[in-house]
């Protein structure tokens, strides 16, 4: 679980995150929050959730990553595939 501080909305950042998680078989979710942060929950394998989340370190090109919150949870295997929540 993930929450991501910065210039991080109106950049695709959600997209590419949807992008970059299937690409690695990660499955959950990614949305915006009204403070201007992004969370996302993610699940998969360790070496490929690790992928997305240091990707999120840096984002989309246009993307100011300020900081990032990782929150380590159990693995409940409640996801299918990944969506863009809204």
């Known amino acids: 679980h993930i929450f991501v501080k910065g210039k991080v909305q109106g950049v695709f950042f959600r997209?590419?995150?949807k992008t970059i998680a299937k690409k690695k078989n990660v499955t959950g979710w990614v949305r915006n929050l009204k403070d201007g942060?992004?969370?996302a929950l993610l699940?998969?394998?360790d070496?490929?959730?690790s992928e997305v989340?240091?990707?999120s370190h840096r984002g989309p090109t246009n993307a100011i990553v300020e900081d990032i919150?990782?929150?380590n949870e159990k693995y409940k295997?409640?996801?299918s595939k990944f969506d863009i929540l809204y």
């Open 43 to 45: 699940e998969g394998q």
């Open 47 to 49: 070496v490929d959730v």
């Open 15 to 17: 997209q590419t995150t």
């Open 69 to 71: 919150q990782i929150i």
């Open 53 to 55: 989340v240091e990707w």
């Open 77 to 79: 295997g409640e996801f």
């Open 37 to 39: 942060r992004v969370e």
